[in-house]
């Protein structure tokens, strides 16, 4: 897959709101995933992670990475929630979750326990929602529906959620349901449930433009080349006439660019290790300096005792008196 | 002008100086708790590096200046823009990760063909030998395809058994490559 589609994908299932925060702790805007669980987490926990191995989890960057295909394709349907709802079930209610404060020895404590210990996990499934995916798509989609779909798992999941949410989130969330019946009602066949998932997985989200459909469609591989060309064609005499949104589009530019600035930002760093490699030296030159100019002043002093000693030691004297406080 | 001069000269001949060394290898690996072990001399979690950590260090009464990079795919872009201003390079596996033992075997190739980090001294650790199923130096020797740079006379290549966790190898293999970067510079200033 390339990259650019993979940032794309992903910078879109980023927009979703059950991954705008760490799935082990509430700080906002995570750029790195647990590829083994599905989730999205903070740098602070992602080290975390990292201490645990790689045959418990494997951690990867959002802008850095290059992911396997199939695992950008699980991250199209799973989401914190999703995969939270398994590894935090049976976490008491008061329970302290991490937040951005807490110290080095809970988070390790926590994470721990959350995935080693496998202390909260729903004891009624045999595997987490991420292999479960990887085993069977139409039990993950059924899990998926369940979650999303009957009152009880949502009223149990995620109660405090609830009372913190507005009264827009309420509308939405009755909005979200009468589709979901319509969609049930209507469609039978395996491919709408697929359409009906996807709306459940982004309930919320009615306002962003992007939508699942479109992004299945980026990297459909069942799509004719010759079609392909043709619409590449149709968008290329569209951007010549708006220029501008041509240069924006032009995926090669970018990557251009971002070439350019990893360029100068070695080189640069390459200077400023060069300028304080330099300012070290200057400092011990300045020191050498300074030594002889107060060798030579001794000489001088030594030399003007010698060519009149009364002279200098009335300079010597007024000197001194000039420095009487009195 | 002066000063940089002096600089160079003081590099060519004198004795008295500072070696600069280059940190590399895949992400997760051990990069920076390495680092930090021989810096500190205890064992700090870390979490992933974003662009560049220095530390100094000092092997055998030599000041060492480290450069710890970011191992992403998109960092190892980075890396080739320090070999021409470094003394050795140290490039750390982690012999726990099979599946990306052939990953890190094409990063390695990519170094032993660049033209400026072939003269310098490179060591592997093949670190996180505390893990139960961790591929032991022999074995990884051979997976890299590194058997014959390690048996030469005077190999610039080696293979370290490591373990940040446990303090093992470590100052064994800093210690090697130091050797070696004085052994090289003898040589140069010989010829």
Same mark, same amino acid.
């Given at each position: 897959?390339?990259?650019? *589609?993979?940032?794309?994908?992903?910078?879109?299932?980023? *927009?979703?709101?059950?991954?705008? *925060?760490?799935?082990?702790?509430?700080?906002?805007?995570? %750029?790195?995933?647990?590829?083994?669980?599905?989730?999205?987490v903070c740098l602070r926990c992602?080290?975390?992670?990292?201490?645990?191995?790689?045959?418990?989890t494997k951690i990867k960057s959002v802008n850095l990475d290059k992911w396997q295909p199939e695992v950008v394709e699980l991250y199209k349907y799973i989401n914190n929630y999703i995969a939270n709802s398994y590894w935090e079930q049976r976490l008491p209610q008061g329970y302290n979750k991490l937040t951005i404060d807490s110290s080095p020895s809970e988070v390790e404590s926590f994470i721990k326990d959350?995935?080693?210990? %496998?202390?909260?996990?729903n004891t009624a499934m045999s595997e987490d929602p991420a292999k479960l995916y990887y085993r069977s798509r139409d039990e993950f989609e059924q899990y998926a529906r369940r979650l999303y779909g009957s009152e009880e798992t949502i009223a149990t999941v995620n109660k405090d959620d609830k009372n913190q949410s507005t009264d827009a989130q309420k509308k939405q969330n009755v909005q979200i349901k009468t589709q979901q019946n319509q969609n049930q009602n209507q469609n039978s066949s395996d491919r709408k449930d697929q359409q009906a998932i996807n709306q459940m997985s982004h309930h919320s989200q009615s306002n962003t433009q992007l939508d699942i459909g479109d992004l299945i469609n980026l990297d459909a591989p069942s799509k004719p080349s010759h079609s392909q060309s043709n619409q590449n064609i149709l968008n290329f005499s569209n951007q010549m006439n708006q220029p501008q949104q041509f240069i924006q589009s032009n995926n090669f530019n970018q990557m251009n660019q971002a070439g350019i600035i990893i360029k100068w930002v070695t080189i640069i760093s390459q200077y400023v290790f060069w300028i304080e490699y330099e300012s070290v030296t200057l400092k011990n030159n300045m020191n050498l300096l300074i030594q002889q100019q107060m060798m030579k002043n001794q000489m001088q002093q030594q030399y003007q005792f010698q060519q009149n000693p009364?002279?200098?030691s009335f300079n010597q004297g007024n000197m001194m008196m000039m420095n009487i406080p009195k | 002008m002066g000063n940089w001069f002096t600089n160079v000269w003081d590099r060519l001949f004198n004795e008295k100086r500072e070696f600069k060394l280059v940190i590399i290898g895949l992400d997760a690996a051990g990069k920076t708790t390495i680092l930090n072990k021989m810096r500190f001399d205890e064992y700090i979690n870390s979490a992933p590096t974003i662009g560049v950590n220095t530390e100094d260090i000092q092997v055998k009464n030599i000041n060492i200046k480290v450069f710890d990079l970011a191992g992403q795919e998109k960092m190892r872009n980075v890396w080739k823009y320090y070999y021409s201003s470094i003394e050795g390079i140290i490039f750390v596996l982690d012999s726990g990760d099979t599946q990306r033992?052939?990953?890190? =075997?094409d990063e390695i190739q990519n170094l032993l063909t660049n033209d400026e980090a072939k003269q310098v001294?490179?060591?592997?650790?093949?670190? =996180?030998? @505390?893990?139960?199923?961790?591929?032991?130096?022999?074995?990884? +020797? @051979?997976?890299?395809? $590194? #058997?014959?740079? #390690?048996? !030469? !006379?005077?190999? +610039? #290549?080696k293979v370290q058994e490591s373990s940040a966790v446990?303090?093992?190898?470590? $100052?064994?293999?800093?210690?090697?490559?130091? @050797?070696r970067i004085v052994q090289l510079a003898q040589q140069r200033s010989q010829q």
């Open positions: 897959m390339d990259m650019n *589609t993979q940032t794309k994908i992903l910078e879109a299932v980023l *927009t979703k709101p059950e991954n705008k *925060t760490c799935a082990d702790c509430n700080m906002k805007n995570p %750029k790195w995933a647990s590829i083994t669980f599905g989730t999205f992602s080290g975390m992670h990292r201490q645990l191995q790689v045959h418990i959350k995935y080693v210990n %496998k202390r909260w996990v009364q002279q200098y | 033992i052939m990953e890190a =075997k001294p490179i060591l592997i650790f093949a670190n =996180k030998q @505390d893990l139960p199923n961790a591929i032991r130096g022999p074995e990884m +020797t @051979d997976m890299l395809g $590194l #058997v014959e740079y #390690v048996n !030469k !006379k005077t190999p +610039t #290549v446990q303090d093992r190898g470590l $100052l064994e293999g800093f210690e090697w490559i130091v @050797d």
